[in-house]
């Protein structure tokens, strides 16, 4: 179906060029092989080939680690699920797991953190400061404490290592980068609105008023769109966390505590245990009608809004958009961010699309790992 | 207004990292100094002092060249329209010029081409091949005979040097490195649809049966929003070019005589010298109201849409879009594209914005620079 099948792709990502038979090495480890870590892993395997022959370019898959295990000395084969040769499995130990794979130093390391752990982004800063890459669409880092988020990236500037994280927000979606190329060109940022969250936005676009809100959630559940526990997903945190990330790219010292959240979760359900409040999910019905209906009176539909307005509030809350505005007309679960800037002041700089899944996300993951591939040499450049 | 405006901005573009006192040195020359490539210099010569503190870059222009004449070394009070110091004008000889910056060839070099020329693309085959850098919003080269664009690419590997030119399609909005990204994280195309002219979406956002299409055109001329002849847009023929850019992207060898074009230029008006155009621009009334009328009676509204289709069939035509559309919901002179690709099949990703104007098409050329400089120790990495 492909435009391009038959056609060789060109990979201009500036690799070091060199020599045919001295390909430039990047090791690799991937931390947290879930769904998707899983799908970067298959992602790299893919274009290893592809990366050796044209972009000279050697992605080495070294090691994998999970909450409980290591896994060293990966090769593709071990990859595809036959354990042999030197791989050896123990229990995991990041900073074993680090230290393995930078090795004597000589080569270019790189980490991937696809889990969603606190306690992984406590790791950074180390790594970091010891040369190592990061990349991830973990967001607890980038939305977690201050003073670590700047010990991160004041170890970056030590290590000449690279912190990377487009996936945090958007998934592929290039939003991240596309904030810090306006940023460092010189432009200036107004204002960041957006819908961040795939489950909420799908929500909103299914709720017309012929199914009750209750019975949307449930279903948006039992397709796997929202988290195990849907709440998670209701109270507007996570969205806020992305929020944060880019206040923080633009330079603002935001915390997540000073974000007004709204939760749509009453306050009668936001302590019960899961199975009770799924028990109680209509008791969100009036409410939620009630907004559904002022909306649509007003020929204006309910969208769940992300804000960083021109005075640095950042804000988080169900909103009832005009049937013209861009986000009215988002569709399933896509994701959307306008940037205001002083450059793009009277129409916004806008990018949609899909902002969730494994793959998508994955390849926000690889896009960073391109990116720092791309400057690697720079680190030992005699220049 | 600048929610950041007393924070310093952080600029992890990946220069190399360096002692204070040596910073990475690139020298820049700028050919074409029209209203693009002064916005340019502007904002570089703003952006100076920032990145010199904060990444360790010194971003050095050194030579401006118009068809005419050479300026070379160029600083910023030359910039500033003082001429004193060492500044020498010379009849303009572009390989001169580029071999004055080159110099011994031990500094990075890049040239950031902001003419609309093909001679002057005709020259970047030899620049790429010395290992000087390319930058530029000229989409003579990426929409010019395939195998000047070949040896474009060709000569880039061979010198080790980048050649990039994301201002060639949406100005500053993200589209060719959006692209790129998606097929070097190994995704594949399988359509693109977008609107590249800000000029024809104002025409169609502005046409709504109250006013004569030829009365918008004048209005459009007199607002400085067409070129100086109007039927250099409404041919279309800006657009398939930069229709081929994105297909040559994916890999593809479309050329320009390829691409299926609809002009809106009446053919009786087609040959006739500008001023008898726009004396006879109501000629073009009555089939673009047939036109706009057709649309309106099934919903829809008039859009110029460019497609690269599946069997990578390429087209440029006005269409009649449903009021669903996303393309019948940009506004003002906003360019928008989507990628529908293996990964985003259900929901294309979009990006959408204003796609023209000096500043904007000037910070895309910037982007473009500092992806340059963030890669620029590799080739002469010992690794």
């Given at each position: 179906v492909s435009i391009v099948a038959d056609i060789p792709q060109r990979i201009p990502i500036a690799a070091p060029k060199r020599a045919a038979a001295t390909p430039c090495v990047l090791n690799i480890g991937v931390i947290g092989p879930g769904k998707v870590g899983s799908a970067l892993i298959a992602q790299l395997r893919e274009a290893q080939p592809r990366l050796r022959r044209e972009a000279n370019l050697d992605l080495r898959l070294r090691a994998v680690a999970d909450s409980r295990h290591m896994w060293l000395d990966c090769d593709d084969d071990a990859l595809n699920g036959r354990a042999h040769g030197a791989q050896i499995w123990r229990p995991a130990d990041l900073g074993e797991f680090a230290g393995y794979l930078r090795g004597d130093g000589m080569q270019p390391t790189l980490l991937a953190d696809?889990?969603?752990?606190d306690a992984v982004a406590g790791h950074y800063a180390d790594w970091l400061g010891a040369g190592i890459h990061v990349v991830t669409p973990n967001k607890r880092a980038g939305s977690g404490p201050l003073s670590r988020w700047q010990a991160i990236h004041a170890a970056a500037d030590a290590g000449g290592s690279r912190f990377q994280y487009?996936?945090?927000?958007?998934?592929?979606?290039?939003?991240v980068q596309t904030l810090r190329d306006l940023l460092d060109t010189g432009d200036r940022l107004i204002e960041v609105e957006g819908m961040f969250s795939g489950t909420l936005a799908w929500l909103c676009n299914q709720?017309?008023?012929?199914?009750?809100f209750s019975e949307l959630v449930r279903e948006a559940h039992s397709l796997g769109y929202?988290?195990?526990?849907?709440r998670d997903d209701l109270s507007g945190t996570d969205v806020a966390r992305k929020l944060v990330i880019l206040a923080r790219e633009a330079g603002s010292q935001l915390s997540l505590a000073e974000v007004e959240v709204e939760s749509l979760v009453p306050q009668a359900l936001a302590e019960v245990d899961r199975d009770e409040f799924m028990a109680r999910?209509?008791?969100?019905?009036t409410p939620m009608e009630a907004r559904r209906a002022g909306a649509m009176a007003n020929r204006r539909v309910l969208r769940h809004v992300a804000r960083l307005d021109r005075d640095g509030r950042a804000s988080v809350n169900l909103q009832a958009v005009p049937?013209?505005?861009?986000?009215?007309?988002?569709?399933?679960?896509d994701n959307i961010v306008q940037f205001t800037t002083?450059?793009?002041?009277d129409n916004p700089l806008i990018v949609q699309g899909p902002g969730a899944g494994p793959e998508v996300t994955a390849a926000g993951v690889f896009t960073d790992l391109l990116r720092v591939a791309g400057s690697m040499g720079a680190r030992r450049c005699a220049c």
């Open positions: 696809c889990s969603a752990s487009e996936a945090t927000v958007g998934a592929g979606l290039p939003v709720f017309d008023g012929k199914r009750p929202t988290e195990p526990d849907p999910l209509d008791e969100m019905d049937e013209t505005h861009a986000f009215a007309h988002t569709r399933l679960t002083r450059r793009y002041r």
